[in-house]
């Protein structure tokens, strides 16, 4: 794995995430450099042809390097260097993305300084470069761009682009932005000599919508792209992450199937004549030679009448009001052998949200922490060794995703959790689910008693009515005066669990505080003594979670007593689906003086 910082990039061991080397990479254009953003921040680390292609800033004069393998493969030589404007931003805060596509390049950066003529192009490598009409698109944010293979039918491969653009719409009521997929064909060398020469001869675009159709609220701002390919690309899936003008996140499934339905099946947006053929955006072997009326129409009609819908239709699959900055999604094999889909959502506030695709319906598995004050800039799944890899400003961190021994407590406790990592075996909760104990798609705990499993498992386990606390949590004993306020506390182990208190045979609700589950007493009378038990109940699944016993605290004569408010709060570690700090096992490494992080996963290059 490739990290790129300030002036430098790091190579990192895959296993455990230790740096293997540092390559530095100076600016050079740092004499030039007046107005800031002096440095060379690496924005592009791919691999292309038979190198490391690496692009940065370069102090405002973008520069890309060639670094080829060394004789024993243990490290890289800076053999060739290239003039990088189009491939890397000015400054790193600009907008830019990258793809490789059998040994070519596609880029969206700026070509002038200040931002401007932004455009995805194919930028180098075999095939011809080729760019973008620059009324295409309106003061575009590209997001993401990814290939879809079709193994049957390589010549209709497409490179799909997700962007936002300024809504051509004016209105009051109109959003400012507007979320758009394009594609262009893999195969397409722009127009003939004669008309759009190095110009897109396939381009279109389509509206991607994520909302409520019925009541035409709609979720406008792309934020993020995750393409999980499948081996039939109409069944590839694109999970997009969108945000609203009311502070809310959103995210919404398509189906690649379902884009390219719009793209050959639409009409074309401000066009009533007959369409020409071949049909605008038809990939052939020779884009040159197509028809002079076919290049036309694209040129002026790019966009589709037709708006891309995901798959839940009438709603966004998963709706928030944190603000998720970025999504991955990982695929997960069940102990019933079905496969499973796991969103990994990242908050701006540094924590990661693990989130089960169950049908239609989302499940918040748990939230990890990593960082309480830092932006997450970065996010890379590595699938085969189940870890994601988190870049920050000043560091990069490794969630194992296969945390089952936050589960370890009981069964019933690692079947709620409705993990798919995770199942409950003679060891306990573990992360070798084959054979073990889950309920995916309901969470149902009854599973745990089920004769023939626990017979396989060589399990003694019979249903309790009510699970006793574990003997850390056994009965607290306090001493409280007559006519002082009081605040029990018991901490919240699971949000999808309803929490009460029971004294002495009589229900109070639970008063919900960030992680804790509080029991107030305005004043202590006679019948406030006795016990006090907090009780969870999940799915038919009750436990004893606290338990406290309050007696009378006897005070002298010449004792004043001051009326105060006493606050207990039991600190205890919560279960994995509530907040959770960061791990100190789990692999992190600090990058000083960092001002951004670009991540790769380069996986079978080292």
């Known amino acids: 794995m490739y990290v790129g910082g300030t002036d430098f990039v790091l190579k990192l061991d895959v296993e455990d995430y230790h740096v293997i080397e540092k390559y530095p990479l100076k600016a050079t254009g740092k004499q030039q450099c007046q107005e800031g953003f002096c440095e060379n921040v690496i924005t592009v680390i791919e691999k292309f042809q038979d190198s490391l292609f690496v692009c940065g800033t370069?102090?405002?004069?973008?520069?890309?390097?060639?670094?080829?393998?060394?004789?024993?493969?243990?490290?890289y030589d800076i053999v060739e260097s290239y003039e990088g404007t189009g491939i890397s931003p000015f400054?790193?805060?600009?907008?830019?993305?990258?793809?490789?596509?059998?040994?070519?390049?596609?880029?969206?950066?700026?070509?002038?300084?200040?931002?401007?003529?932004?455009?995805?192009?194919?930028?180098?490598?075999?095939?011809?470069?080729?760019?973008?009409?620059?009324?295409?698109?309106?003061?575009?944010?590209?997001?993401?761009?990814?290939?879809?293979?079709?193994?049957?039918?390589?010549?209709?491969?497409?490179?799909?682009?997700?962007?936002?653009?300024?809504?051509?719409?004016?209105?009051?009521?109109a959003d400012p932005w507007i979320s758009r997929v394009a594609r262009v064909c893999k195969a397409d060398e722009g127009g003939s000599k004669r008309f759009f020469q190095n110009m897109w001869t396939s381009f279109l675009k389509a509206r991607l919508v994520c909302g409520f159709p019925e009541e035409s609220l709609y979720f406008n701002r792309l934020q993020d792209i995750y393409v999980m390919q499948t081996e039939e690309w109409h069944d590839t899936r694109v999970y997009a992450l969108f945000t609203s003008s009311w502070n809310a996140t959103a995210v919404c499934i398509y189906t690649v199937g379902m884009i390219e339905d719009v793209f050959e099946n639409s009409t074309f947006k401000g066009y009533d004549k007959n369409i020409p053929t071949p049909r605008p955006g038809t990939c052939v072997k020779n884009s040159r030679s197509l028809p002079l009326e076919t290049v036309s129409m694209v040129k002026d009609y790019p966009e589709m009448t037709d708006w891309v819908h995901s798959v839940h239709s009438a709603?966004?699959?998963?709706?928030?009001?944190?603000?998720?900055?970025?999504?991955?999604?990982?695929?997960?094999?069940?102990?019933?052998?079905?496969?499973?889909?796991?969103?990994?959502?990242?908050?701006?506030?540094?924590?990661?949200?693990?989130?089960?695709?169950?049908?239609?319906?989302?499940?918040?598995?748990?939230?990890?922490?990593?960082?309480?004050?830092?932006?997450?800039?970065?996010?890379?799944?590595?699938s085969k060794r189940k870890k994601l890899v988190v870049g920050f400003s000043e560091k990069i961190s490794t969630v194992d995703l296969k945390r089952c021994q936050e589960y370890n407590k009981s069964c019933e406790e690692c079947v709620l959790a409705r993990d798919p990592y995770c199942a409950w075996t003679k060891h306990g909760c573990t992360s070798n689910v084959q054979g073990g104990i889950q309920n995916i798609m309901t969470g149902e705990p009854s599973v745990c008693y089920s004769t023939s499993l626990t017979e396989i498992l060589q399990l003694n386990r019979t249903k309790r009515e009510t699970v006793p606390a574990?003997?850390?949590?056994?009965?607290?004993?306090?001493?409280?005066?007559?006519?002082?306020?009081?605040?029990?506390?018991?901490?919240?182990?699971?949000?999808?669990?309803?929490?009460?208190?029971?004294?002495?045979?009589?229900?109070?609700?639970?008063?919900?505080?960030?992680?804790?589950?509080?029991?107030?007493?305005?004043?202590?009378?006679?019948?406030?003594?006795?016990?006090?038990?907090?009780?969870?109940?999940?799915?038919n699944y009750t436990k004893f979670v606290k338990n406290y016993q309050l007696t009378e605290q006897k005070l002298v004569p010449e004792q004043e007593i001051v009326q105060e408010q006493i606050i207990l709060v039991e600190t205890k570690k919560n279960d994995e689906r509530t907040e959770k700090p960061f791990k100190r096992n789990d692999a992190s490494v600090f990058v000083p003086q960092v001002v951004w992080i670009t991540l790769i996963a380069v996986l079978g290059m080292l």
């Open 315 to 382: 709603a966004p699959f998963y709706i928030s009001n944190n603000n998720y900055t970025k999504i991955a999604v990982d695929r997960v094999q069940g102990a019933d052998e079905h496969m499973y889909n796991i969103l990994l959502l990242a908050t701006d506030s540094g924590n990661i949200h693990k989130v089960l695709e169950a049908g239609s319906e989302p499940f918040i598995i748990s939230e990890t922490q990593l960082s309480s004050c830092s932006t997450i800039r970065s996010m890379k799944l590595d």
């Open 58 to 75: 370069n102090g405002r004069r973008p520069q890309c390097w060639k670094l080829f393998a060394s004789v024993n493969n243990q490290s």
């Open 470 to 539: 574990s003997p850390a949590d056994l009965r607290t004993d306090h001493s409280v005066p007559l006519g002082v306020p009081f605040y029990l506390s018991c901490p919240i182990g699971s949000y999808h669990a309803n929490y009460t208190w029971d004294h002495e045979g009589q229900k109070s609700p639970c008063l919900q505080m960030q992680s804790n589950c509080l029991l107030l007493i305005p004043s202590m009378e006679q019948d406030s003594y006795g016990s006090y038990k907090c009780v969870s109940e999940e799915k």
């Open 91 to 173: 400054t790193y805060t600009q907008n830019y993305l990258s793809l490789t596509v059998e040994g070519d390049l596609y880029s969206a950066a700026p070509l002038d300084m200040d931002g401007s003529s932004l455009q995805f192009r194919r930028k180098a490598g075999s095939r011809t470069n080729v760019w973008m009409y620059d009324n295409w698109v309106s003061e575009p944010t590209f997001i993401s761009a990814s290939w879809v293979r079709r193994a049957k039918d390589p010549d209709n491969e497409k490179i799909y682009i997700y962007f936002r653009e300024k809504n051509s719409d004016h209105s009051p009521e």
